[in-house]
Every structure is written in C-alpha cells, then in structure tokens.
C-alpha cells in the first residue's frame, strides 16, 4: 500500500516537474540514497482538493531546497490519518508534519512517534492541540483568530445574516472558522452543512437555505472551491447576497476581478506546506525549534479587489 | 375440437369482461411503494416547513433529484438487468474531466471535448461489462475495482495535464454557449427559475419506462436479471444485454457529467464518491430487488424525488444543523419503511 | 386425426465415446407422430447424453441420426429447433419474476411498429397465450401474474405449450414430473397425453418413474450404463415388467439374491 503511495507520488510528480518551468521540483523522483533525510507529511484532505495541492507544492519546494525525500499522504478520515502515522513509524521515517484535524484519534499515535526519537511539527489544523500533543512547533493560521477577523469584516460590511457553508461536517479547523466567526459577528449565524465536493447537491442546498430565510445578505464559504457554487446559487434564488471565502482557488482570484466574490481570507497554504517541512530539516541538522511555544502564523491575509493584482499572478501558477 | 375451440373463446371473452380494474393494476407496480413514500414526504414537510410550500422551492428540490435521478434511472435498468454499478458516481466525474481538459489543452473547442467523454464514458460501461462478462465475478466486485481505478485516475490525469486538482473555468470558451443551453441552461416557467436538467430526468424516466415495458429489450432485461439461464435458454444474447446496460449507465453518467461541467465550469477531480450509492438507493427505494429482475424506472426517478425532498426538506425546516444526516437517514427509513409496507399490502390485497 | 406411424426422428446405432469411455452405445429409436416415447433408466444410464445429442446440445460420433430420412450431424440446438426438434429441461427456462404471457414469448417477441419505435404487440400476445394457456386446459385466473406464482406442473405446462406453439414436432420432456406431488404430475401428464394425441407431436418423455411412463407412453425404452437394456412396444409389455426393468433388471434381482440369501424374490417385490 505504501509503496503504490509513493510511486504514485513519484510518478505524478515527476510529471508535474516536466509539465511546468516552475521551481518547484519533486525531490521523490530522485534516487532515495541522494536524500539526507526522509519527512513524512501526513494531512487530512480530500483527494483532488486544490487547496491542499498548494500545501504540497510548498512542502515540495522545501523538501527539494532542503535535500530531504517526501512522503506525501492523506486521509480525510480520523482513524484513517492516525493509521498513517503508525505507517510512517514503521517505515522510520526522520520527521512527521501532520495536520490535527483530528486531535483525539491521532494523539497516541503521535506519542508513539515521539517516543521513537522522531520530530513531529504540526500545520495547518489543530491550533488548540499541538501543544498537548506533544508537538515540537505549529504552523498555520489560528482558525478561530480567522474566523474572528471574518465576524469584524461582516460587521465592518453591514451584514446581518450569514450562512457558512461547511463542506466536512466534524473537521475541527473548519469549526473553529465557525465559531471565530460567531463569536465576533453580531448578526444571525447559520451553518449550513455540504457533502464534500458534489456542486449539485451544494448548490441545491445553498438555494434552499436562502429560499428558507430571505434575510441572509452574506454568504461564507469555509473553503474556496464552494465560492462559485454559492455565487450561482445566490442567482438561481434571486437573492441578494454577497459572498465571501476562506483561502483561495485561481477561480476565486478572477471571481474577486469580476467582482463576483467580495473577498478572500488566505492562509497562504504553500508557506503552510514549505515551513512544516523546513522546520523538520532544521530541526535534524540544528536541534532548531522555532515559534517558541506560539504557533506560526501564516494567516489571516485578506484578498480584495484592492489588493488583487498582485495576488493573480502567484495564484495562476498555483502556489497561492 | 371445434367444441373445445368454442368453449375457449367463450372463456377468453368472460375472462376479458372480469378484466382486473385498473387501480388494481396500478397497486401491483412495483413503483408504487415508492410512489406512497413521495406522498408521504413531501406531505410531511409541506406540514411542517413554510418555505418548502413555494412553487421554488418545488424546483430546488427537483433539479437535486433530477441531478441524482439521471444516472438511478439508469441504474434501476442496470440492477433490474440483475447487476450493480458502483463506479457510475465517480464516471460522472471522469466524464466531465475528460471533456474539461481535452478541451482545454488540447483542442480549444468544447465539442470535441464533449465527444470524447461520450465515447470516454460509453467505454467504461462497456469495460465494466465486459470485465464481468469475461471473469464471471459478482458486478460488486468488477465495478467495485473500477470505481477506486477511476477515482485514482481522475486524481492522477487531472495533475498531470493541468498541474492542479481542479480542472480551470471553460465559460468563455468555444462551443461554451450552446453546450451550457442544452446541458445546463435554466428557463423560467410560473415565475420561477426551473433547471432544464429537471426536463431531461423526466425524459429519461419516460423513455426507461417506455423501453422496460413496452420493447423486447425490456423484456430481456427482466429476463437477464430475473434467471440469466433461461433466458439464455431461449436464445436471448445475456452477455450483449449485459454490456449493453452498463454502457446505458456509461451514458447518462456523460449525460450527468455534462451538466455538471456546463453548470459549475470546473470540475474538482476529487468529486463523485459516495453518489452511485444514493443512484442504488434511488433505485432500490424505488422497488428495484437487489437481487435483480423486478424494479422499474419510474420508481428510481420517485425514489430520487424522495432523496432530493428529504435532503432539503431538513433545510426548508430550520433543523439544526448539525443533526443534517440524521434526519436525512430517518426520513429515508421512514420512507423505505412505509415503501415495502405499501407494496406487500398491495401485492396481497389484489391476489 | 394424425397418422402414427410417420417417423421424425430416427436414430440407429448411435454412440457417443468422451476418450476412452464410452457415454453411449448402440442405441436405435424411432421417434413418430402422435407417439410417446418413454426413456428411463437410473442416473448415469445415459439418458441426458442421448437427448443431449437428439437436442443438438451434443454431437454422436457413431451410427446414424435422420430427421424427416435426412442424415444430421447438430452442432447447435438452434439448428435442432429449427427443424421442430424442441427440448423442455427441468429448468424450464421461465423467469419467475416475469408474467405468464411475457415468458410465453421470451425471446420470441412478436413486434409491431419500426425504426426506433419499434414495440411489443403486447395485445396480440396476451390473447394468444391466453388462448393457448386455455387450451391446455390449466386455470390461470391473471395472465399479468408472475410464473413464480403458479404451481409446479402449471410451469411445467407453460413451458411445455410454449414449445408447442413455436413448432415443436419432437418434444423432449426431461424428466417434467420429477419435482411434483401427485395432483400436479396428473396435470402434466394429461397434457403430454393431449399434445401427442391431438396435436400429432412426437414425445421423448424421460422419466424414472415407471408408474407415470406406463400412464402415457406408447414405446418404451429403458437404458443402462450406456446401453439400451429394454426396447419395446408398449403391447409387448405389462407395468410389472416396465417396474422390473427400471429397478435395475437382472442386476438387481441378483443384488437381493445376495442380500437376502436363500429367501425368494420376485419382481414386482424387488421394485
């Protein structure tokens, strides 16, 4: 299984290296012996989702600059991602970073790995548990200090009633977006729940949502390939609302030029990807560990149509 | 024997004379059950949710089941054919990809992006029926490996070609236009906006219908799934029957697929899972047998509606949120329930 | 009404080898119009590779197979059926689920209609096979009803009348009263009876009770290991005979010798 997994990652981006003229060239494509180290990057995304491409091509980047070898795995279930971390174990790879998008399935796990003498650095998810896992560092944005930021700007907007289109009922990052946002935002707050990545079903559930309270005038998406969805939806119910995102896609960037989409709130996903495994490789070579107890923090920045321009171009070869 | 003669026509006569009523008839369907359900629920949240009384909100709820529908009408003639599809969910996706980025980086004109995942899609009916024809396993397993090859696939050669995970917006392009008005367009009927994806969903379901019952082909699809050797006992070609339904499915997942891409413009290559199990469940809430042989299409097109009510019925109540599936899963039980009560009260009553 | 003495099929000397063993031997049979002919014998006596061959399903590789005086070598039981030669399996190829005048015209559709909308004449059908359900003389109150739903020797009439209606002149009844109670073998029985008699079919009946062959047959044949044991006209035999011959014969009347020495048997016991 695991080494279907890593051909598979090879091969593909080993193409990818052919494909593009971007630096970002894959490390796994080399012979193994070249590599100083191996890091494992352990997520819980979807397969095939865009955002979490962009945090590997960071990872890639660094693994490359860094001369380290990268085990690239993923499994949007609990028990699923913590299963991959006995995997790594065994396979005695020299560092982990791993999103805690499940703390309490995937903590033993992380203990056991600790235990074994190697550096594990969280991202991305789990800002309220690394630390008790026993985590060497953090990078990411603070979801519920994201989700704060977007509750000041609804009400800097004038919002009085948002939906917040949740697509992964459960994950914990994106429930702490939820409720930075409640917490700030002084209107009605609805979450309304999407089954991953079926546009239909998404798009039918936002028009009914919207066919049911015609008092929402704002719609946030808690992840940036659900934007264009809503926007249609919007249309489909003839209702008025705007619609904002969380992270950011190349769709969403020319929605935000067409004015579609009001504005994004990036966590710069790549800088995600490239710090976890830079912090890994200083570890091994320095004994550095950075962020002195705080997490890092790669976010909120907002994307608007003030500051589009300069965004456009990074997002078109995608890496923002 | 000309007395024996007489006497039987005389018979034939009185016998069409006593001809069962047609609400008789009508009650021995296996739809009906089904039928029973859609009444059911849609009185339940006409009741108990306001907003789910609009004529809008009509049409919200038929363009998700339509979009459900399309494909669980192709399965009920698969399943009826006595086999399972479980790679149609994630073969709409590969059928919009395909047509994506075929356009996109190779010919810049829509249509021929669209051929290709027609001819893409008919394939891997064909290869999922071959496959079966050839080792002889349960379709379980045969389409079971193709769902998971497909959903690899649709990953991998979506990053190879374009880089990304998702595939890039084709509106704008050429061929976009008329592709989005026949596979995607909205008209306005009774002041609200209906979703031309509802129109084709009840096509089909009329067509199944029509072909189930009405062509030899139906025939032999009963027969195929009802006892495959006496079937082929009386010359019917099982195998070709066979291959036949699934490239049936192939197609209405392109058809499904090209709606999708002409709706949405992208096309994340992650999307599909989990879908050819609510095409089976349509299906079998709509009196398909698992066991293949009895079922119809009308009753997958209703079992769809059901589908499509109950999921934004939940929203049209207000319920919380957070118990979404939940309810979901409990009207369907509901709904089932009361679907298999309603028929084995039919099937005894008119005996 | 029909003459009885017009062969159909006429087999001599047939034999059928697998390698070195031989399936079998030296069997001659006459099958005429208007006549039952009864095949027993236990299992493994050859019987199924004897109608195998007369359905087509086989090929004989020694002595000679007529139909109608012309020599034929089958190699597929379409080409058997197309000459009126039609087999009825204990499987009866009906689909249950499917309802009576559908499986009447399973794979023998009859369309009207063209191009694209070419459709089932589903009136037309459903009359015929109501009338010639009638005519077979079983009470089925709905045609619409499924086939599963009707008794065992109704199925088994169906699928017989089916053969019938599609031209069959050679019927091959494999063993059709082996899976019923006494009421529902009548009822096949009396419409083997009919159809030979009043519609001038040749029947092969296969069969290991001899109680039901004697009912009906007008020849009998009884085979063992490959080989014809008994061939005769039902004049030239009594039921007691028949019983004997279908017990084992010779063979078994020595078996019980063994088993039970110094005590007496006789046939009609030994069945």
């Known amino acids: ?320 | 024997m000309n007395a024996i003669t007489e006497s039987v026509e005389t018979r034939v006569k009185r016998r069409q004379l006593q001809q069962t009523p047609l609400w008789k008839r009508i009650l021995k369907r296996p739809e009906v059950g089904a039928l029973g359900g859609v009444i059911l629920v849609f009185a339940f949240f006409y009741v108990m949710a306001p907003p789910f009384r609009q004529l809008s909100a009509l049409s919200t709820v038929l363009y998700q089941a339509s979009i459900l529908g399309i494909p669980a009408v192709a399965v009920a003639l698969l399943m009826i054919g006595g086999e399972f599809d479980l790679s149609a969910g994630v073969a709409v996706v590969s059928s919009s990809l395909a047509a994506s980025m075929f356009a996109t980086e190779v010919t810049g004109n829509l249509w021929t992006g669209i051929l290709l995942a027609l001819v893409l899609s008919l394939a891997i009916g064909a290869l999922n029926g071959y496959l079966l024809v050839r080792t002889k396993l349960h379709s379980f397993l045969v389409t079971l490996s193709t769902f998971l090859m497909l959903q690899g696939l649709n990953i991998a050669i979506t990053k190879l070609v374009t880089g990304n995970v998702a595939t890039e917006d084709i509106s704008g392009m050429v061929g976009f236009d008329l592709g989005q008005r026949i596979f995607a367009s909205n008209f306005h009927l009774f002041g609200t906006t209906v979703s031309i994806a509802i129109v084709y969903w009840l096509i089909f379901a009329v067509i199944a219908t029509w072909v189930l019952l009405r062509t030899r082909m139906g025939n032999w699809i009963f027969a195929v799934g009802g006892q495959g050797d006496s079937a082929r006992a009386v010359g019917i070609p099982v195998k070709r029957v066979k291959i036949g339904l699934f490239m049936v499915v192939g197609f209405s997942c392109w058809f499904t697929g090209m709606h999708m891409l002409f709706a949405y413009d992208t096309v994340q290559s992650g999307a599909g899972i989990g879908n050819e199990l609510l095409y089976i469940a349509s299906a079998v809430v709509g009196g398909c047998l698992l066991t293949g042989g009895y079922g119809s299409a009308a009753g997958s097109a209703l079992g769809a509606f059901i589908f499509g009510m109950t999921t934004e019925g939940v929203i049209y109540a207000d319920w919380d949120p957070d118990w979404f599936m939940f309810f979901v899963g409990a009207m369907l039980l509901l709904a089932t329930v009361f679907n298999g009560w309603l028929r084995i009260r039919a099937l005894s009553r008119s005996k | 009404m029909t003459s009885t003495n017009t062969p159909i099929i006429q087999l001599s000397n047939v034999g059928k080898s697998y390698g070195n063993i031989s399936a079998l031997r030296d069997v001659s049979l006459t099958v005429r119009q208007g006549e039952v002919t009864c095949i027993l014998g236990d299992n493994g006596a050859g019987k199924s590779t004897l109608i195998s061959i007369i359905a087509g399903l086989i090929s004989h590789d020694q002595g000679t197979y007529a139909v109608d005086g012309a020599p034929m070598h089958f190699t597929s039981p379409r080409q058997a059926l197309d000459l009126g030669i039609s087999a009825v399996y204990q499987t009866l190829a009906l689909v249950p689920l499917l309802s009576v005048w559908r499986n009447f015209y399973l794979g023998s559709e009859i369309r009207k209609g063209s191009g694209i909308f070419k459709r089932l004449d589903v009136k037309t059908m459903q009359q015929t096979a109501e009338r010639e359900v009638e005519r077979m003389g079983i009470n089925i109150p709905d045609l619409e009803q499924p086939v599963g739903t009707l008794s065992g020797g109704q199925r088994q009439v169906v699928a017989i009348a089916r053969a019938v209606h599609f031209g069959a002149r050679v019927l091959i009844l494999d063993e059709p009263t082996a899976a019923l109670g006494v009421t529902q073998s009548g009822l096949v029985l009396r419409y083997i009876a009919t159809a030979a008699r009043e519609q001038g079919i040749g029947v092969i009946f296969i069969t290991h009770n001899p109680h039901h062959a004697y009912m009906v047959g007008d020849h009998f044949m009884v085979l063992s290991r490959g080989e014809v044991e008994l061939d005769t006209p039902r004049a030239d035999l009594s039921l007691e005979d028949l019983m004997f011959h279908m017990a084992g014969g010779a063979g078994l009347n020595a078996l019980q010798h063994e088993l039970h020495r110094g005590e007496p048997t006789t046939a009609g016991q030994a069945a």
């Not at chain 1, 990872?59 to 380290?68: E, L, Y």
């Not at chain 1, 890994?280 to 321009?309: C, E, H, R």
């Open chain 1, 1 to 320: 299984m695991n080494t279907i997994l890593r051909k598979l990652v090879g091969c593909s981006a080993a193409v990818a290296a052919i494909a593009f003229t971007t630096s970002l060239s894959p490390v796994s494509a080399q012979a193994q012996s070249a590599h100083d180290y191996t890091f494992a990057m352990i997520t819980h995304a979807q397969p095939g989702d865009t955002f979490w491409d962009i945090i590997r091509k960071g990872a890639n980047a660094a693994a490359k600059k860094d001369h380290v070898k990268l085990l690239y795995l993923s499994n949007p279930t609990a028990s699923g991602e913590a299963q991959l971390v006995t995997n790594v174990v065994a396979q005695k790879v020299d560092g982990i970073a791993i999103t805690l998008a499940f703390p309490d399935a995937e903590e033993t796990t992380i203990k056991s790995a600790i235990a074994a003498n190697i550096p594990v650095i969280g991202f991305n998810a789990g800002t309220d548990a690394w630390k008790s896992a026993g985590l060497l560092s953090y990078v990411g944005q603070d979801e519920t200090i994201a989700g704060k930021a977007v509750g000041d700007k609804l009400n800097k907007l004038g919002a009085k009633s948002v939906v917040c289109v949740d697509q992964q009922q459960g994950a914990v990052q994106l429930e702490a977006r939820c409720d930075g946002i409640k917490d700030t935002f002084k209107g009605s707050f609805y979450v309304l729940y999407v089954p991953g990545y079926d546009m239909a079903q998404t798009q039918s559930r936002i028009v009914a949502k919207l066919q049911q309270d015609k008092s929402v005038d704002y719609i946030v998406t808690l992840g940036a390939p659900f934007a264009p969805t809503a926007i249609q939806a919007a249309d489909t119910a003839g209702s008025q609302a705007k619609v904002g995102t969380f992270d950011l896609t190349p769709r969403a960037v020319t929605l935000i030029q067409q004015g579609k989409l009001q504005w994004a709130i990036d966590q710069q996903p790549f800088v995600e990807g490239y710090l976890a495994i830079d912090f890994l490789w200083l570890n091994k070579v320095n004994g550095d560990v950075v962020g002195g107890g705080q997490p890092v923090l790669t976010g909120p920045a907002f994307v608007d149509s003030t500051n589009i321009a300069d965004v456009a171009k990074f997002a078109k070869a995608g890496t923002r």
